[in-house]
Every structure is written in C-alpha cells, then in structure tokens.
C-alpha cells in the first residue's frame, strides 16, 4: 500500500484545514502511486474528492494534472465523464503553454477515445500530439502516442499497421 504519510498527508489536506489547493496537487501528482499499490478505487476517491475542491482560486496547472491523473485512472471505464474530464485537461493545457504536459493528455485523451470508439476524435486528438512532439523529448515520451495509434489500428481492423506501431513501441523499452 502507499506509504502511510502519504495518507496522512491526503487526510490533513482535507479536514477542513482550508487545503484544497494542497489536496488538489497531491491527488493529481501521486495517482500512480495508487494505481501501482493496487489501491486504485481508493486513489480514484481522493482524485473526485479533490475534483470536487476545484475553484476559480485553483492553479490551472493543478487542474488539469488532476483531470488528466483521474481520466487516466478511470481506464478502461471511457464514459462521457471521463471524456469530458479529458477534453478540459487538454483545454486548460493549451492555454498554459506547457507543450509536453499538453502532448502526455493529448496521447491520453486519444487512448480513452479509442478505447470508447470514437476513432476519428482520437485520430485527431493523436494527429495533434504527433505535430507537437519534440524529437528532443527522451524517446520513451512516444510510448503513449504509439499505444494510441496502436489501439486506433486495432479498433480499424487494420492489423498489420498496428504490428508495425507495436514493433516501434516494443523498441522503446529493449529488454
């Protein structure tokens, strides 16, 4: 399970103490951890609880962290709140300037279009973040635009081109 002072932490942040900003942020930025400690209904608790803290006085960058952490660990579930969720992280990300955060939710938003099938969205929203990707970034920044494009192949029935994304992807990470 995650370590105890993370919990501790997420606790404090959250008895009316007037964190929400502290909550927010940590909700957002240790999804993976619940995800990783098998704990991922609980993690998805305290991500709709911060959610539910979002205010006008809120960072744009925590929101869209949080979005995007909670429409990521939603997965496979790709229903119209997820999506939506997804498509204001991304929104609140284009206006922030961040190109590599805004090309992570984009790659993420167009798995969970795929996985729901809506393939052309997810054929858009995967086309962005390939326009916007830097060949500076480390290499394994692509994994998730490859997994993207993969399952849009997949769902196309278009398997041999799916194959070649898989060979790209399985590059990435050499044994």
Known sequence: PPPAHVCAACGWATN???YADLHIALAGAIAWLWFDAGLRFEGLRRME??????????A????????????????????????AAAARGVEILRTLG?????????CHQGISLAHGHQLDEAEIA??????????SWPPR?????????GRVLDRRARF????????????LFPR
């Open 160 to 171: 041999e081109e799916g194959a070649a994304v898989n060979e790209e992807l399985r590059a």
């Open 49 to 58: 609880l911060a959610m539910a803290m979002v205010g006008l006085s809120t």
């Open 126 to 135: 995967l086309q962005e973040a390939e326009r916007i990707y830097e060949t």
């Open 98 to 106: 961040d190109t590599r955060a805004l090309f992570a939710a984009l």
């Open 16 to 18: 009316g103490r007037g």
């Open 141 to 149: 920044l692509r994994a998730p635009l490859l997994i993207g494009h």
């Open 60 to 83: 744009p960058r925590l929101e869209a962290r949080l979005l995007g952490s909670w429409s990521r660990m939603t997965f496979p579930e790709t229903g119209p709140q997820v999506l």
